[in-house]
Protein backbone atom coordinates (compact mmCIF):
# COMPACT_ATOMS: atom_id res chain seq x y z
CA UNK A 1 0.00 0.00 0.00
CA UNK A 2 1.32 3.50 -0.66
CA UNK A 3 -0.30 6.81 0.38
CA UNK A 4 0.84 10.16 -0.10
CA UNK A 5 0.16 13.95 1.05
CA UNK A 6 0.55 17.12 0.05
CA UNK A 7 1.13 20.07 2.37
CA UNK A 8 0.39 23.88 1.55
CA UNK A 9 1.75 25.56 4.36
CA UNK A 10 0.01 29.08 5.21
CA UNK A 11 2.02 31.70 6.64
CA UNK A 12 2.17 32.79 10.52
CA UNK A 13 -1.00 33.99 12.02
CA UNK A 14 -4.37 33.94 10.73
CA UNK A 15 -6.01 37.11 9.59
CA UNK A 16 -9.19 36.64 11.01
CA UNK A 17 -7.17 36.58 14.73
CA UNK A 18 -6.27 40.37 14.23
CA UNK A 19 -8.20 43.25 12.53
CA UNK A 20 -4.41 43.78 10.73
CA UNK A 21 -2.19 41.69 9.85
CA UNK A 22 1.36 42.17 11.57
CA UNK A 23 3.83 43.86 9.04
CA UNK A 24 7.25 43.86 9.95
CA UNK A 25 9.23 46.66 9.36
CA UNK A 26 11.10 45.13 6.53
CA UNK A 27 9.76 44.40 3.11
CA UNK A 28 7.94 40.41 4.01
CA UNK A 29 6.46 38.23 1.09
CA UNK A 30 3.06 37.14 1.55
CA UNK A 31 2.75 32.91 1.90
CA UNK A 32 0.52 32.54 -0.71
CA UNK A 33 -2.77 34.73 -1.92
CA UNK A 34 -5.13 34.45 0.84
CA UNK A 35 -3.98 37.49 3.42
CA UNK A 36 -1.71 35.61 5.44
CA UNK A 37 1.59 37.41 6.28
CA UNK A 38 5.03 35.70 7.39
CA UNK A 39 6.60 36.59 10.38
CA UNK A 40 10.24 37.30 9.76
CA UNK A 41 13.15 37.89 7.50
CA UNK A 42 13.04 37.64 4.01
CA UNK A 43 13.79 34.71 2.05
CA UNK A 44 11.09 32.80 4.63
CA UNK A 45 9.87 30.68 2.29
CA UNK A 46 13.11 28.87 0.84
CA UNK A 47 14.36 28.67 4.05
CA UNK A 48 10.87 27.14 5.58
CA UNK A 49 11.58 24.54 3.01
CA UNK A 50 15.06 23.74 3.87
CA UNK A 51 14.72 23.28 7.38
CA UNK A 52 11.53 20.96 6.95
CA UNK A 53 13.32 19.23 4.55
CA UNK A 54 16.24 18.57 7.06
CA UNK A 55 13.51 18.03 9.87
CA UNK A 56 12.43 15.12 8.02
CA UNK A 57 15.49 13.58 6.73
CA UNK A 58 16.94 13.37 10.36
CA UNK A 59 13.80 12.26 12.17
CA UNK A 60 13.09 9.98 9.18
CA UNK A 61 16.16 8.05 9.64
CA UNK A 62 15.84 7.05 12.85
CA UNK A 63 11.59 6.45 12.59
CA UNK A 64 10.84 2.97 11.86
CA UNK A 65 7.11 4.10 11.40
CA UNK A 66 7.60 6.59 8.89
CA UNK A 67 9.27 4.95 5.97
CA UNK A 68 9.68 4.40 1.38
CA UNK A 69 6.42 3.18 0.41
CA UNK A 70 8.69 0.62 -1.57
CA UNK A 71 11.39 -0.14 0.27
CA UNK A 72 11.67 -1.08 4.45
CA UNK A 73 14.98 0.47 4.21
CA UNK A 74 14.56 3.75 3.24
CA UNK A 75 13.01 7.05 4.27
CA UNK A 76 9.81 8.73 3.09
CA UNK A 77 10.92 11.05 0.18
CA UNK A 78 9.94 14.49 0.94
CA UNK A 79 9.76 16.42 -2.46
CA UNK A 80 9.02 20.78 -2.54
CA UNK A 81 8.64 23.22 -5.32
CA UNK A 82 9.25 27.06 -3.63
CA UNK A 83 6.92 26.72 -0.49
CA UNK A 84 4.69 23.65 -1.24
CA UNK A 85 6.04 20.24 0.34
CA UNK A 86 5.16 16.67 -0.81
CA UNK A 87 5.59 14.14 1.63
CA UNK A 88 5.08 10.27 0.23
CA UNK A 89 5.19 7.84 2.92
CA UNK A 90 3.50 4.13 3.37
CA UNK A 91 -0.47 3.94 4.23
CA UNK A 92 -0.55 3.51 7.89
CA UNK A 93 -2.48 5.02 10.51
CA UNK A 94 0.88 5.54 12.68
CA UNK A 95 2.59 7.28 9.99
CA UNK A 96 -0.41 9.37 9.34
CA UNK A 97 -0.12 10.30 12.92
CA UNK A 98 3.52 10.49 13.04
CA UNK A 99 3.43 13.12 10.24
CA UNK A 100 1.27 15.31 11.60
CA UNK A 101 3.47 15.53 14.56
CA UNK A 102 6.33 15.94 12.76
CA UNK A 103 4.65 18.74 10.67
CA UNK A 104 2.91 20.32 13.89
CA UNK A 105 6.69 20.14 15.54
CA UNK A 106 8.07 22.24 12.65
CA UNK A 107 5.00 24.69 13.49
CA UNK A 108 6.08 25.42 17.19
CA UNK A 109 9.64 25.75 16.19
CA UNK A 110 9.66 28.24 13.31
CA UNK A 111 6.33 29.84 13.77
CA UNK A 112 4.63 29.13 10.43
CA UNK A 113 1.36 27.69 11.06
CA UNK A 114 0.54 24.99 8.35
CA UNK A 115 -3.04 25.38 6.80
CA UNK A 116 -4.41 21.36 6.82
CA UNK A 117 -7.68 22.86 5.51
CA UNK A 118 -5.58 23.49 2.67
CA UNK A 119 -3.74 20.13 2.18
CA UNK A 120 -4.17 16.94 0.60
CA UNK A 121 -4.34 13.37 1.15
CA UNK A 122 -3.80 11.08 -1.83
CA UNK A 123 -4.23 7.43 -1.17
CA UNK A 124 -2.75 4.77 -3.54
CA UNK A 125 -4.38 1.38 -3.33
CA UNK A 126 -5.48 1.93 0.16
CA UNK A 127 -8.90 0.69 1.74
CA UNK A 128 -11.69 3.39 2.58
CA UNK A 129 -11.75 2.44 6.32
CA UNK A 130 -7.71 3.13 6.14
CA UNK A 131 -8.18 6.27 4.11
CA UNK A 132 -10.83 7.26 6.37
CA UNK A 133 -8.70 6.73 9.81
CA UNK A 134 -5.47 8.48 8.04
CA UNK A 135 -7.18 11.44 7.19
CA UNK A 136 -9.26 11.94 11.16
CA UNK A 137 -5.39 11.85 12.09
CA UNK A 138 -4.02 14.47 9.53
CA UNK A 139 -6.72 16.54 9.73
CA UNK A 140 -7.04 17.81 5.74
CA UNK A 141 -9.49 16.71 2.71
CA UNK A 142 -8.91 13.71 0.41
CA UNK A 143 -8.52 13.49 -3.15
CA UNK A 144 -7.88 11.07 -6.03
CA UNK A 145 -5.87 11.39 -9.44
CA UNK A 146 -6.37 12.74 -11.32
CA UNK A 147 -4.02 15.74 -9.52
CA UNK A 148 -3.08 19.11 -11.29
CA UNK A 149 0.21 19.90 -10.23
CA UNK A 150 2.63 23.43 -11.46
CA UNK A 151 -0.06 23.26 -14.29
CA UNK A 152 0.65 20.02 -15.71
CA UNK A 153 -1.75 16.57 -15.16
CA UNK A 154 -0.58 13.96 -12.36
CA UNK A 155 -1.60 10.33 -12.49
CA UNK A 156 -0.66 6.90 -11.20
CA UNK A 157 -2.34 5.70 -14.95
CA UNK A 158 -1.21 6.43 -18.60
CA UNK A 159 -2.38 9.67 -19.33
CA UNK A 160 -5.28 10.37 -22.07
CA UNK A 161 -5.80 12.73 -24.53
CA UNK A 162 -8.62 14.56 -22.57
CA UNK A 163 -6.42 15.40 -19.72
CA UNK A 164 -4.80 17.63 -21.89
CA UNK A 165 -7.50 19.44 -22.82
CA UNK A 166 -6.27 22.52 -21.03
CA UNK A 167 -3.30 22.80 -22.50
CA UNK A 168 -4.84 23.07 -26.05
CA UNK A 169 -7.19 25.78 -24.37
CA UNK A 170 -4.07 27.71 -23.20
CA UNK A 171 -2.50 27.39 -26.83
CA UNK A 172 -5.85 28.48 -28.88
CA UNK A 173 -6.14 31.21 -26.14
CA UNK A 174 -2.67 32.74 -26.87
CA UNK A 175 -3.20 32.24 -31.33
CA UNK A 176 -6.69 34.00 -30.69
CA UNK A 177 -5.05 36.75 -29.06
CA UNK A 178 -2.61 37.30 -31.84
CA UNK A 179 -4.04 39.16 -34.86
CA UNK A 180 -2.33 36.88 -37.64
CA UNK A 181 -3.28 39.18 -40.54
CA UNK A 182 -1.65 42.45 -39.32
CA UNK A 183 1.72 40.23 -38.54
CA UNK A 184 4.41 39.39 -41.64
CA UNK A 185 5.25 35.77 -42.02
CA UNK A 186 8.18 36.17 -40.10
CA UNK A 187 6.60 37.62 -37.22
CA UNK A 188 4.30 34.80 -37.01
CA UNK A 189 7.04 32.16 -36.97
CA UNK A 190 9.01 34.22 -34.00
CA UNK A 191 5.50 34.09 -32.27
CA UNK A 192 5.14 30.22 -32.62
CA UNK A 193 8.85 29.41 -32.44
CA UNK A 194 9.71 31.52 -29.44
CA UNK A 195 6.17 32.01 -27.33
CA UNK A 196 4.02 28.94 -28.23
CA UNK A 197 6.32 26.20 -28.21
CA UNK A 198 7.24 27.21 -24.94
CA UNK A 199 3.75 25.73 -23.30
CA UNK A 200 4.27 21.81 -24.49
CA UNK A 201 8.19 21.88 -24.36
CA UNK A 202 7.34 22.58 -20.44
CA UNK A 203 4.80 19.91 -20.25
CA UNK A 204 7.21 17.68 -22.50
CA UNK A 205 9.95 18.44 -19.48
CA UNK A 206 7.69 15.77 -16.89
CA UNK A 207 5.58 13.90 -19.57
CA UNK A 208 5.34 12.10 -22.27
CA UNK A 209 2.52 13.31 -24.66
CA UNK A 210 0.25 11.23 -26.34
CA UNK A 211 0.54 11.56 -30.74
CA UNK A 212 -3.01 13.04 -30.81
CA UNK A 213 -1.94 15.85 -28.82
CA UNK A 214 1.05 16.87 -31.10
CA UNK A 215 -1.07 16.38 -33.90
CA UNK A 216 -4.07 18.86 -32.73
CA UNK A 217 -0.93 21.91 -31.92
CA UNK A 218 0.33 21.64 -35.14
CA UNK A 219 -2.93 21.99 -36.70
CA UNK A 220 -2.68 25.27 -34.87
CA UNK A 221 0.24 25.95 -35.43
CA UNK A 222 -0.67 25.58 -39.18
CA UNK A 223 -3.64 27.48 -39.23
CA UNK A 224 -2.52 30.55 -38.01
CA UNK A 225 0.48 30.86 -40.39
Known amino acids: ?18 EQPWRSARKVRPS ?64 ARRAKFFL ?16 TMVPMHCDQALVEEMQGALECRV ?14 NKLKMVHFVPLIAKIDKYLS ?4 LLLSAGGRIVLLNVVLDALPAYA ?3 LELPPALLRAIDALRCAFL
Open 204 to 206: MGA
Open 177 to 180: GWCS
Open 1 to 18: MGGSQSCFGGGGRDYEEY
Open 104 to 119: DQFALATGLVINFTKS
Open 143 to 156: EGFIQTYLGLPLSC
Open 32 to 95: DQDGLWYVGERDVDRKATEFIARFHASASYRDPILRHPLTEATPCPVLQYANDALIIFRASVEA
